[in-house]
Antibody, heavy 119, light 110 residues
């Protein structure tokens, strides 16, 4: 059973860079035709896809966030990471990491981690 | 803002059948398969339906999905109290080259 766990600071100051890491266990991050993805959800609101990465390093990003987002992968550590720059209060949300199948559905999710942007 | 439109809420009594619609466009639902996710209060979303109408292992057959043109639907038959949750449709969008979620529908069991 694949498991994903987000980690990183729960509080980030405005204008700084939000950094999160997702650790994958129960399966190889490099096996199969899977992408590794980040999704976020502001309190009381809907889901927003941030982007995804293949283990080759190929990425796709949400156009509305593309200028501020970087997703990277470290297969040796079975981890992938999210960096979101120049954050504002609007970036306050629960951030989920997830496994994205080659058939365009998300089959495994992390439990989510709340990141608050505040001074 | 979401490019897939869902009704904000729907409700039903136990045992009833409810349906949730998801309206998109030719670049997303019209070109790609639709998936549905269930999010129980305070938890991460869970895959409910994939590839328009397929259920992952462990999902009861009370849940069914369909797609026609640029719209899709999720049906819940034999509604149960534990079905009270938020439901999201989603699909790949070829124009955005990204994954888009629906606006979400809250299902209330009366």
């Amino acid at each position: 059973q694949v498991q994903l766990q987000e980690s990183g600071p729960g509080l980030v100051k405005p204008s700084q860079t939000l950094s999160l890491t997702c650790t994958v266990s129960g399966g190889s991050i490099s096996s199969g035709s899977y992408y590794w993805s980040w999704i976020r959800q502001p309190a009381g609101k809907g889901l927003e896809w941030i982007g995804r990465i293949y283990t080759s390093g190929s990425t796709n990003y949400n156009p509305s966030l593309k200028s501020r987002v970087t997703i990277s992968v470290d297969t040796s550590k079975s981890q992938f990471s999210l960096k979101l720059s120049s954050v504002t209060a609007a970036d306050t949300a629960v951030y989920y990491c997830a496994r994205f199948s080659g058939y365009h559905y998300i089959d495994y999710w992390g439990q989510g981690t709340l990141v608050t942007v505040s001074s | 803002q979401s490019v897939l439109t869902q009704p904000p809420s729907t409700s039903g009594t136990p045992g009833q059948r409810v349906t949730i619609s998801c309206s998109g466009s030719s670049s997303n639902i019209g070109s790609n398969t639709v998936n549905w996710y269930q999010q129980l209060p305070g938890t991460a979303p869970k895959l409910l339906i994939y590839s328009n109408n397929q259920r992952p292992s462990g999902i009861p057959d009370r849940f069914s999905g369909s797609k026609s043109g640029t719209s899709a639907s999720l049906a819940i038959s034999g509604l149960q109290s534990e079905d009270e949750a938020d439901y999201y449709c989603a699909a790949w969008d070829d124009s955005l080259n990204g994954y888009v979620f629906g606006t979400g529908t809250k299902v209330t069991v009366l």
